[in-house]
């Protein structure tokens, strides 16, 4: 076995990597950009080394960078994770002439199966179902327009070194297919460098159902079996599980042979995936499932095998890659009970699934899933931590394990709705809406379900009067007192808030909301100003809330409203001519303090140095002041916290 590996990622992957690499007393080397230094997978491995800026064409897909980074750690193998450089041949050569070993396929395996027209003639000659259609050299419009009217409509363009869903583009009418063409070619282009397509026929009630394999050295190669992934948007897998539901021992039979002869066909090695298409529209029938491509790499949705097999990939993964042979036989892989997973985005998914960027003010996860369930939260952040725009918005993946489908759904519903995320926007009830369809709960899926549920998946209710009087009350600092029968304690804690405003303001989508409080009443009631008065009583209930910067936000089982909370000194300075308080542009460490509480400060003059993303901020007085407050030096602190508050002035 290794001593020591590099990991040539990020995020989750990457923290799930380390685990398991700790566990068989393997040694690890992280790598980060500079939005990566402070990243949860560098605190948690045993090393870590710099590769570049934010962008990832200039960190993580640097293969020269990575490479050195293995050499100078004296890392004997790289392994790369899901995306970035992980189905890149190239790297895989150059990995190898380095004298290190890739944790993954051969670069031979990665090229017949990286481009999806050549991997299916591959297959096709293995005797592999593949998707009916055209994949031939071709690439004239005309040839193509008559090989979509051969194959019938509707057909599915489809970007020969595609991924991620881009580059696809299904028509249903001749008269749309130049422009679809035009427009799969430019995606294309854009994303691969490649503008080469294939037409598939659109499959009819079409369901995403993929196989894991594994082969080793020793030319074994085994399947631990099927993962429906039909619950997609926009091409991409949502939820993903694992049995399949509805799958009957013979479709099962007929589609890991097909798997494992897919993978014996290019002698694979190490983890893969054989993607299937499969027409439902009858049923699960041995018939009707046809090769799409092959993922030759760790899934992203490899959890859900490893719950129901009880195997850890990322282990078996090091052995096949140390020259050993694979743990176990077919014979002795078992299936257990059912999983799920759900991706966990920063994503609006009521605008069209836009992806978000924020800080992560406030992350919590639930301890467990319920009773008879286990489950498995497997995440990159921590709270604090930015979501930035230079990667995958993926915040967790939640994974669960239960006896039955039925159960297990349950319990990622219940895991769902313990999740608490503050700071950006996260689908999190758009999951768990889609956990409680009754469609999805039926087991009826199919890739289009999200879509033409679409409406119902992503409406937000609008927050009961109890609920906002809970904002409110968080808002105003007043729900921290404590709940005593001596008024004078709630007086006590009033005090110590000075200047509470007993009229708090909150803004929930572009509305304005008035609470008035009394700081006395310890039945915590709040009563709403409306156009006519102000509103009768509403107590505020206990709820599980959080308070960032400028912002309180109230969860409601999966769901979760945002209020902004605008500081009424702030809206002052933000008029007047000084700022009264400087906040941190960015989450980072307050690394030196040059000021403290009382001094007399001129303007222009450092009061403390912020260190964040690898680059040192200084913050400078905006004005002359007294200092009221100052952060500690060695605090961390997330973007918008208060770093430096200075003695009102009385402007008169
Ligand atoms: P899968 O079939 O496993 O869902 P995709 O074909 O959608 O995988 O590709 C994996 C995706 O993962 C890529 O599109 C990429 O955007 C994303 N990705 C790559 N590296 C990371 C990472 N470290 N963390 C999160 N996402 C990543
Ligand atoms: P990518 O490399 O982007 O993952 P795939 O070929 O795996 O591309 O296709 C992505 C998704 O598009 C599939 O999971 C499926 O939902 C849909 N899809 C692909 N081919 C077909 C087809 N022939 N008919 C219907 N849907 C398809
Ligand atoms: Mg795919």
Redesign the pocket.
């Given at each position: 076995m290794f001593q020591k590996i590099l990991i040539a990622n990020r995020g989750e992957i990457a923290c799930r990597i380390i685990r398991t690499a700790r566990r068989m007393g393997v040694r690890t080397v992280a790598v980060y950009s500079d939005a990566d230094a402070r990243a949860l997978h560098v605190e948690m491995a045993d090393e870590a080394i710099r590769i570049g800026p934010a962008p990832a064409a200039e960190s993580y897909l640097d293969a020269d960078r990575i490479i050195a980074a293995a050499k100078i750690t004296g890392a004997e193998a790289i392994h790369p994770g899901y995306g970035f450089l992980s189905e890149n041949p190239d790297f895989v050569d150059r990995v190898v002439a380095a004298e290190l070993t890739f944790i993954g396929p051969s670069a031979a395996s990665i090229r017949a199966m990286g481009l999806k027209d050549a991997a299916k003639r591959l297959m096709e000659g293995a005797g592999v179902p593949v998707v009916p259609g055209y994949h031939g050299e071709a690439q004239e419009i005309v040839v193509l327009a008559s090989k979509a009217r051969e194959i019938g409509y509707p057909v599915l363009i489809k970007a020969r070194a595609?991924?991620?869903?881009k580059g696809m583009r299904r028509v249903d009418d001749p008269d749309d297919f130049a422009e679809a063409l035009s427009g799969a070619r430019r995606e294309a282009k854009a994303a691969f460098g490649d503008d080469r397509v294939l037409v598939e026929k659109y499959v009819e009630k079409p369901r995403?159902i993929?196989v894991q394999v594994f082969g080793d050295d020793f030319g074994n190669a085994v399947h631990l079996y099927e993962r429906d992934c039909s619950a997609q948007r926009r091409?991409q897998k949502v939820i993903e599980e694992a049995p399949a539901p509805g799958m009957t021992e013979e479709m099962r039979t007929a589609m890991t042979e097909a798997a494992v002869t897919a993978a014996k066909a290019i002698a694979y090695s190490g983890a893969g995936t054989i993607?299937f298409i499969v027409d439902a529209s009858e049923g699960l029938r041995p018939d009707r499932f046809w090769f799409?491509?092959m993922?030759t790499r760790l899934q992203v949705e490899h959890p859900v095998t490893e719950m129901v097999t009880g195997i850890d990939l990322v282990e078996w993964q090091l052995r096949v890659a140390a020259g050993e042979r694979l743990p176990l036989t077919q014979d002795e892989i078992g299936l257990h009970g059912h999983a799920f997973e759900a991706r966990l985005y920063a994503e609006d998914a009521a605008r069209g699934f836009l992806p978000a960027t924020g800080t992560l003010h406030h992350l919590r996860f639930p301890a467990a899933s319920g009773a008879g369930t286990v489950l498995r939260v497997e995440t990159g952040v921590r709270e604090g931590d930015a979501i930035s725009p230079f990667y995958d918005p993926m915040i967790a993946k939640l994974v669960v394990h239960g006896p039955d489908r039925p159960a297990t759904l349950a319990a990622l519903g219940t895991a769902l709705d313990g999740t608490e995320v503050a700071g950006s926007t996260v689908n999190t009830a758009f999951l768990a809406a889609l956990a409680r369809d009754p469609s999805f709960a039926a087991g009826d899926v199919d890739t289009g379900l999200i879509g033409r549920r679409q409406e119902a998946l992503t409406a937000v209710p609008p927050p009961s009067e109890g609920l906002l009087a809970a904002a409110a009350l968080a808002a105003s600092g007043l729900d921290a007192l404590p709940a005593s029968d001596d008024p004078w304690a709630a007086l006590a804690g009033y005090a110590h808030f000075h200047a509470v405003p007993q009229r708090t303001v909150l803004i929930f989508a572009e509305h304005e909301i008035t609470a008035r409080i009394d700081p006395a009443d310890r039945q915590k009631q709040v009563r709403f100003e409306t156009a006519t008065g102000l509103s009768r009583p509403v107590k505020a209930p206990a709820a599980r809330l959080a308070l960032w910067p400028g912002h309180v936000t109230v969860f409601d089982g999966a769901a979760s409203y945002n209020f902004a909370v605008p500081d009424p000194l702030q809206s002052a300075n933000e008029a007047g001519a000084g700022a009264d308080s400087l906040r941190a542009p960015m989450p980072g460490l307050v690394k030196v303090v040059r000021a403290a509480k009382g001094n007399q400060v001129a303007k222009g003059q450092p009061l403390l140095i912020l260190e964040a993303m690898k680059m040192e901020h200084t913050i400078i007085a905006p004005h002359d002041g007294v200092i009221a407050d100052i952060a500690a030096e060695g605090s961390q602190v997330t973007d918008g916290a208060v770093l430096v508050r200075f003695v009102e002035e009385d402007k008169g």
């Open positions: 595609g991924g991620g869903g995403h993929e091409h993607e799409m491509e993922n």
